[in-house]
């Protein structure tokens, strides 16, 4: 990990010193402390960690999303020709969602007040499970016919 953030740090700094051209030494010298507190840390935003936050922590988490989502389409497979029913691995699905997703509402709570609680809010939360549950439940009965690898495709 180390050694990426090394790379993304010297590649940054060569970005920097083709854009930037100093016309003065003392703009020189500038450039050089910017490139030095980046390359240090020095505790301020850096350049490397706006890189960071907006383009490899989006991949990633799209990257991961990808790879649970063809484990979970294989595991699916590989117990239901084992005569797992779809209902009960769907059942299995949503426990383990929420076993991994409720302590996180409690560590990363809202810092702002909540919305008032009115009926059409409830209503469209109960229509967005409704339509994600159809979906899962759609592709685990298309898994069932056909293969792990061409639901994962159609997923991307």
């Not at 008032?116 to 499970?129: D, E, Y």
Request: some cysteine.
């Amino acid at each position: 990990m180390m050694m990426l953030i090394d790379a993304v740090l010297a590649e940054l700094s060569l970005s920097i010193q083709q854009h930037y051209k100093p016309s003065s030494l003392e703009e020189n010298v500038q450039m050089k402390a910017d490139l030095c507190s980046i390359m240090r840390g020095s505790g301020e935003e850096t350049v490397a960690w706006k890189y960071f936050t907006r383009d490899v922590v989006p991949f990633a988490a799209m990257f991961t999303v990808e790879c649970t989502t063809v484990g979970s389409n294989t595991l699916f497979k590989a117990a239901s020709l084992r005569g797992l029913s779809f209902y009960v691995f769907l059942f299995y699905s949503y426990v383990v969602a929420t076993l991994l997703l409720l302590p996180l509402s409690f560590i990363f709570g809202r810092s702002r007040r909540l919305p008032p609680a009115k009926s059409p809010l409830f209503f469209k939360i109960f229509l967005l499970g409704l339509l994600g549950f159809m979906a899962q439940l759609a592709g685990c009965k298309g898994i069932e016919y056909s293969s792990p690898t061409l639901a994962s495709a159609m997923t991307l």
